[in-house]
């Protein structure tokens, strides 16, 4: 096994305890593990106005990873990669939840858009992920800029893998459909995801896959956990994440991503 050069880590459910946030003993792997030389990306599926402010808590200037592998921004927050969904793919999509009276939220440059901020998914969603959308009414429906991501809520799992298994089957290669959590539904352009993303960064920083160690917990972390040499699932991920992986850590709660940190890293 080669020594970790490179640590590569989800926010939501794997850095983040369920309260969301960062517990002491997380912060302090982290950071030891910066001060010995290994580098830490935040790789995410959250727009990077939520994510950043977690790279100032930690206190280390990382390279985010945002919307799934769809835009990458550096330590000064410069944009390094973006990758917008197609228009006509866009407006489709956005047809469809608006036929069906689905609830969607769309990204478009880093601006959260919703329909109507008093809608109980938006008003969830904004105290949550700490962050205001914007209300944009039926225009919501007719983006004049492609989107970053487009964003579902469903009632749970149930019904999110139906919705996926038809988005699928209805844009094919054109369109990268997954989940974060059990009722969201994300799509963004089909060469985003946060496997593609992790190896460009690493490539860059000329680290080779075989010294990251990359830490997830959801289905959009199933990528980057097959690439990485060491994939580390927390132990609150669904059965098919922690197959992804080599290693199954003590859950986010549990400060899973320090156990890992400090096992394969320290």
């Known amino acids: 096994m080669s020594s970790v050069t490179l640590i590569s880590t989800d926010l939501d459910g794997t850095l983040l305890n369920s309260m969301g946030e960062i517990s002491a003993r997380n912060v302090g ?3 030891e593990a910066a001060r010995r030389g290994i580098g830490i990306i935040i790789n995410t599926g959250r727009m990077f106005a939520s994510a950043k402010r977690f790279s100032a808590e930690l206190g ?3 390279s985010v990873i945002c919307y799934n592998g ?13 990758m917008a969904l197609d228009m006509d793919i866009a407006r489709r999509l956005l047809a469809i939840f608006r036929e069906r ?10 601006v959260l858009l919703v329909k109507d901020q008093n809608e109980d998914e938006a008003r969830g969603y904004m ?4 962050v205001e959308g914007s209300p944009v009414g039926d225009e919501i429906y007719n983006p004049r800029t492609a989107p970053t991501k487009l964003l579902a809520v469903t009632s749970g799992t ?10 699928s089957r209805l844009f094919g290669p054109s369109l990268y459909v997954t989940r974060s959590n059990s009722e969201f539904v994300e799509m963004m352009n089909p060469a985003a995801n946060k496997g593609r993303a992790l190896a460009r960064l690493a490539s860059e920083m000329r680290v080779p896959l075989e010294s990251v160690m990359a830490l997830g917990d959801g289905e959009n972390d199933i990528e980057m956990l097959r690439l990485a040499g060491i994939g580390v699932a927390m132990k609150n991920a669904r059965e098919a994440v922690r197959d992804a992986a080599d290693v199954t850590a003590p859950s ?13 890293a320290l």
């Open 29 to 31: 792997a982290l950071r």
């Open 60 to 62: 280390l200037d990382t």
């Open 70 to 82: 769809a835009m990458i921004r550096g330590p000064r927050d410069e944009t390094l990669s973006h």
């Open 101 to 110: 009276n689905m609830y969607v939220q769309s990204y478009i440059d880093d």
């Open 127 to 130: 105290r949550f992920y700490g």
């Open 158 to 167: 149930e019904e999110s893998h139906g919705l996926m298994d038809e988005l």
């Open 252 to 264: 986010n709660n549990e400060d899973g991503v320090a156990w890992a940190v400090e096992k394969y």
